[in-house]
């Protein structure tokens, strides 16, 4: 998520609380979820990045067995 | 000189750095199918479960059952070796799950635009997790 968007999140959470549609405690967890969610997201990316790295190793290794 | 050694110094550490990540990567936890469905089942429940935002009895069963998937999943996937990423997604997850788990039961009633934003973004967590965890290497 860019800046931006998160300033356009934060923003509808804000006139969802102004609107007496949250109450203060709700309107708080909710805007702390969403950088919770741009932790995971950061998070899952890395695991990814790692199952690539698996990938290749696997590959290289398939490559250098079948080489031997 | 100096700078030399500081480049050959840092060279060394990014290599090492390299290394163990090459490592982790290798050595990653399996794809789990019981890892999998559990997450499913939050997927699933937490999108499922927006429909009923407007019944504070009913939400609170739900509440209890995403809680009860989460604690399990929480507690499965810490146990599996070299799972560590997995376990700081879940462990993310299992937070954003006992809030809701909290509110619905220490309150009488929660705002529903409360309850379906909450849900959304235990919805959209989950799919993430699960996407990433379903990629993970068969063997």
Known sequence: ?68 | MKIISAIIFSLFLSGCATLTNLYDSYYMAKYDTSEHALINVITVYSSLAKSSCYNDRRMKIVSKHLFETSTELKNFSSHLPNNELTIKLNNSLHIMVEELHTRYENNKSVNKTYCELKLQSISDVASIIQKTIAKRPRS
């Open chain 1, 1 to 68: 998520m860019t800046p931006h968007e998160l300033a356009i999140t934060a923003q509808n959470l804000k006139s969802q609380f102004d609107l007496g549609l949250l109450n203060q405690s709700e309107f708080k967890e909710l805007v702390n979820n969403v950088i919770i969610v741009e932790t995971i997201n950061n998070d899952a990316l890395l695991l990814e990045e790692n199952i690539v790295y698996h990938t290749i190793i696997d590959n290289i290794i398939d490559i250098a067995s079948a080489l031997v």
